[in-house]
């Protein structure tokens, strides 16, 4: 498969194409996931079809640079009434996503099936936009897509700092003086940017999942946001030249899905795997923390019964520290392990004292937690 990547000349332009989009979509989605507006590039992707359709019918083009302006048309109307609703009325911001996808998809919708029913076939191959034709990609495409995607990463470079504050702190970014609400346009307009040049290749049902999933994957592996930029361009990149090569394998196999599929892997693997965050990293930590508590928790009631003696070292029986702690769980592995750290030893069979370290360790403990619970005999 990967010597196709090379030598292939389909398989090399399909696969620059969705490597492009992936890069654009990652980095931009990262900011509609720190601003919460996932929902936002589904609005404006399905919100893309009528678009495509009008752009259609007044041009009879079906030249991807006049689909795509009709999409970014019908995006850029879809963002602005989803602001407006949810400025000007009580409707909350995803209400408002939610009219405008439904709207406006229905509306794309109908005009499709109105022109599907036409005598002429100069229509055919709209419905691809529903879920992308990666297969169509020529030069000229990948081109457009590479001239927009880059123009947007640079505008993206160059007002970084302004992208930053309104994304983190918009009410700081308004005491500063910055215009944030045109701040949040421009934002807005380069959503529509990724989503657009995306259509062709994962369609419009498919759209969001490339602006938001290699973002949601990048969060996992990193807190500042550069690099978590960079993480999700790279993860959007490798998400699409892996579909696009999988897609060469001769089953068939649609590359728009394959792309979101891959996509879908990486996330699955950063929110299992990821360092600080992976679910099994947390469970690992929460175990091990869990762990450690217990031990904790036994070394302290082996200190609060030996207090009541003459001695701080005085033996008890594990049978108690059993009630003391877990009847069911017991203590015996917690025993064992305060003994491999040299803070208990087993006086008998069923006997245990503390050590001298174990003394300190638990007088340590009972200050921190509790502030002490007395002077106590040595």
Not at 158 to 179: C, Q
Not at 183 to 190: A, D, G, K, W
Request: net charge positive; aromatic share 6%.
């Amino acid at each position: 498969m990967i010597e196709q990547l090379f030598s292939d000349y389909t398989v090399r332009t399909i696969a620059l194409g969705s490597g492009i989009l992936g890069i654009v979509s990652g980095a931009l989605g990262s900011f509609a996931v720190l601003r919460q507006q996932s929902l936002l590039g589904d609005a404006i992707s399905h919100a893309a079809l009528p678009g495509i359709v009008i752009a259609y019918l007044l041009t009879g083009s079906k030249a991807p640079l006049v689909l795509m302006l009709g999409a970014a048309v019908a995006g850029g109307a879809a963002s602005a009434a989803v602001i407006a609703i949810a400025r000007s009325t009580r409707v909350k911001f995803d209400t408002a996503l939610g009219i405008a996808l439904s709207v406006f998809f229905g509306f794309g919708l109908v005009l499709l099936t109105a022109l599907q029913k036409r005598p002429d076939a100069t229509q055919a191959g709209l419905s691809n936009f529903l879920f992308g034709q990666a297969s169509a990609l020529v030069e000229k495409d990948v081109l457009t897509m590479g001239v927009l995607g880059m123009a947007a990463l640079l505008i993206v470079l160059l007002a970084w700092k302004e992208f930053k504050i309104s994304t983190f702190d918009p009410e700081f970014g308004r005491a500063m003086g910055f215009p944030v609400g045109g701040i949040e346009f421009v934002l807005t307009s380069l959503f529509v940017v990724a989503i657009v040049i995306g259509l062709q290749t994962v369609g419009v049902v498919l759209m969001s999942a490339m602006l938001i999933g290699p973002a949601a994957a990048a969060r996992q592996w990193t807190n500042r946001l550069a690099g978590m930029v960079s993480l999700a361009a790279i993860f959007g990149a490798v998400s699409g030249v892996a579909g696009a090569v999988w897609s060469a394998t001769g089953q068939s196999l649609p590359t728009g899905p394959l792309i979101v599929l891959s996509m879908g892997v990486l996330t699955v693997v950063s929110f299992l795997l990821a360092p600080a965050r992976g679910l099994v990293w947390r469970s690992l930590r929460d175990w091990r923390n869990g762990r450690q508590l217990r031990l904790e928790a036994v070394l302290i009631d082996l200190y609060t019964l030996a207090s009541q003696h003459e001695r701080v070292d005085h033996p008890h029986a594990q049978a108690v520290l059993d009630l003391m702690a877990n009847p069911i769980r017991g203590t015996s592995r917690s025993l064992t392990a305060l003994a491999e750290r040299g803070l208990a030893r087993q006086i008998g069979p069923n006997l245990w004292a503390l050590t001298a370290a174990g003394v300190a360790r638990a007088q340590t403990l009972v200050q921190e937690r509790f502030g002490g619970i007395g002077n106590h005999g040595a």
